[in-house]
């Protein structure tokens, strides 16, 4: 079994860890401030004061000790002032080997980039008091609906495999233009790999890596509900292949236009939702299944989401 790390969990979020390379600081303390330069001197020092800088063996880090390659430091990453994202997820479901959750629009599922505290799986671990817990498959941050967290670390594994070697049946729904012309239900298949920029995919001719089946599910004016089944798992998959159809998903603000970074409107989220997924339990053999109480709007001139009541 995995040696826990050396500092536990601190509201909600794990120690983060960095490997010392080979280099020219003196000082542990020199390479921290060359390193990371968004974070200052007095911020590193005041962390080692207060015992949150240590190294593999928990040892606390001070502030002139000598700097040697090889060791690994852990410490809490930290974001001053980080909003408050103003949409809640809900609990769907928790036993002793699973929790289940309804993320709203916006939330990253983990901590990265601008997004620790505001991130589902840290503000589970504060609400629910489980350090252990961990996301068993990914969600975009712009996509709503239903993410699966395993308890208990000696399962994670059994319950990744699923997802692994797709035994996981997973739906989703999205609002998008009604394309008459196109002849459903279809199954598009295409080669996905990544864009010249690093945050988007593309399709690009060869053998298919992509496979999703399109249906509709209701129809009003210019556009449709459709139901999303994803046959492989591949990054911005489900987008790309509407994008592709000409059926670009409604709010999407990175296909087939990627707009600027940091412009999210919370009025207008991405109407996409992971509406339900459903598997044989490895540990218990049960049949589990689990769906989202968030519905979309289709027409346009309503509110763009409903949150769960």
Request: charged share 25%; with cysteine; proline share 10%.
């Given at each position: 079994m ?12 794990g ?7 080979p280099?020219?600081w003196l000082?542990i303390?020199?390479?921290?401030i ?9 911020t ?9 800088l ?5 040892v ?11 060791i ?19 609990v ?20 990265g980039?601008?997004?620790l505290?505001?991130?589902l799986l840290?503000?589970l ?7 252990t ?18 308890v208990?670390?000696d ?22 233009p ?15 790999v990544?864009?010249?920029h ?5 399709e690009?001719p060869g053998?298919p890596n992509a ?16 139901r999303?089944t994803?046959?492989?798992?591949r990054t911005?998959?489900l987008?790309v ?11 999407d603000r ?17 109407q ?6 459903s598997?044989?339990d490895?540990?218990?053999?049960e049949r ?22």
């Amino acid at each position: 079994m995995k040696a826990p790390p050396p500092l536990p969990t601190k509201d909600g979020v794990g120690p983060s860890c960095v490997a010392l390379p080979p280099g020219p600081w003196l000082t542990i303390s020199d390479f921290l401030i060359d390193r990371f330069p968004a974070v200052t001197t007095a911020t590193w020092h005041a962390r080692m004061q207060q015992r949150e800088l240590v190294d593999e063996h928990g040892v606390a880090v001070t502030p002139q000790q000598p700097y040697r390659a090889g060791i690994r430091l852990y410490y809490y990453r930290a974001i001053p002032d980080e909003p408050r994202l103003p949409f809640d997820e809900v609990v769907l479901f928790q036993d002793e080997l699973l929790v289940v959750a309804d993320k709203p629009h916006f939330l990253p599922v983990t901590p990265g980039g601008k997004h620790l505290q505001e991130t589902l799986l840290v503000r589970l671990k504060r609400r629910l008091g489980i350090d252990t817990l961990a996301p068993l498959h990914r969600l975009d941050r712009e996509t709503a609906g239903v993410v699966v967290f395993a308890v208990q670390p000696d399962t994670r594994g059994a319950y990744q495999a699923l997802f692994t070697q797709r035994q996981v049946t997973k739906h989703y729904e999205a609002i998008a233009p009604w394309r008459p012309e196109l002849s459903f239900p279809l199954t598009h298949r295409s080669r996905l790999v990544q864009d010249d920029h690093f945050l988007r995919m593309c399709e690009v001719p060869g053998e298919p890596n992509a496979e999703t089946l399109i249906e509709v599910l209701e129809v009003q004016g210019d556009r449709a509900r459709y139901r999303l089944t994803p046959l492989t798992g591949r990054t911005h998959q489900l987008r790309v292949h509407c994008a592709a159809l000409g059926m670009a998903i409604v709010g999407d603000r990175m296909y087939p236009t990627l707009l600027p970074a940091d412009t999210d409107d919370h009025d207008q989220p991405l109407q996409l939702l992971a509406r339900s997924i459903s598997f044989i339990d490895p540990i218990s053999s049960e049949r589990r299944g689990f769906g989202s109480s968030r519905q979309l709007a289709l027409l346009p001139n309503l509110q763009g989401f409903k949150q769960p009541s």
